[in-house]
């Protein structure tokens, strides 16, 4: 069975596809493709259908040399029981998510993503939408970091299970 993981942020354009594609590469490196899957959603309706912003496609391109690819959608109830762990950008979007399920019978799958970081310690992946080239260029260092931590984490489930 593939462990299903599924990225959040606002608007689902820079951050949780940054963080889709940045994972699908390292799992690829890694040979875990088949293990290990994952998609991306946004707590809001603002970009539905959008393909990623360029200059996070750019950051990204820069740094690991790969395509970021995906269209824009909004997180949805179903996402709950489809997904093993549902990791926000920022505490606004986690608590948003949170809300969306009022019986709280999900709380355990969600969590923030750089609680996962080893190398960094900001607590949220800063919303880099208004910012600079500096903004994204440190989405995607949060993001490897993330990722490498949340690969770790998953591989000891898997493992155990
Ligand atoms: P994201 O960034 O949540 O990382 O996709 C944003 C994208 C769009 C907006 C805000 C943040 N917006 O306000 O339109």
Same mark, same amino acid.
């Given at each position: 069975?593939?462990?299903?993981?599924?990225?959040?942020?606002?608007?689902?354009?820079?951050?949780?596809?940054?963080?889709?594609?940045?994972?699908?590469?390292?799992?690829?490196?890694?040979?875990?493709?088949?293990?290990?899957?994952?998609?991306?959603?946004?707590?809001?309706?603002?970009?539905?259908?959008?393909?990623?912003?360029?200059?996070?496609?750019?950051?990204?391109?820069?740094?690991?040399?790969?395509?970021?690819?995906?269209?824009?959608?909004? /997180?949805? *109830?179903?996402?709950?029981?489809?997904? @093993?762990?549902?990791?926000?950008?920022? &505490?606004?979007?986690? !608590?948003? #998510?949170?809300?969306?399920?009022?019986?709280?019978?999900?709380?355990?799958?969600?969590?923030?993503?750089?609680?996962?970081?080893?190398?960094?310690?900001?607590?949220?992946?800063?919303?880099?939408?208004?910012?600079?080239?500096?903004? /994204?260029? *440190?989405?995607?260092?949060?993001?490897? @970091?993330?990722?490498?931590?949340?690969? &770790?984490?998953?591989? !000891?489930? #898997?493992?155990?299970?």
């Amino acid at each position: 069975m593939t462990y299903k993981i599924l990225f959040v942020c606002l608007g689902n354009i820079c951050r949780s596809p940054a963080a889709e594609n940045i994972m699908n590469h390292l799992l690829k490196e890694r040979g875990l493709s088949d293990k290990i899957s994952c998609d991306s959603a946004g707590t809001s309706n603002y970009h539905i259908g959008s393909p990623p912003d360029r200059r996070m496609s750019a950051a990204i391109a820069k740094k690991l040399n790969i395509e970021t690819k995906g269209r824009a959608r909004q /997180f949805q *109830l179903s996402d709950f029981p489809e997904f @093993d762990l549902i990791l926000a950008m920022d &505490k606004e979007n986690y !608590e948003n #998510i949170l809300a969306c399920d009022r019986t709280g019978a999900y709380d355990d799958k969600v969590h923030l993503i750089c609680d996962f970081c080893s190398r960094h310690d900001l607590k949220e992946v800063p919303d880099p939408y208004y910012g600079d080239v500096e903004g /994204f260029n *440190l989405v995607v260092d949060l993001l490897v @970091d993330a990722c490498e931590g949340v690969i &770790k984490y998953v591989e !000891e489930i #898997i493992c155990n299970s």
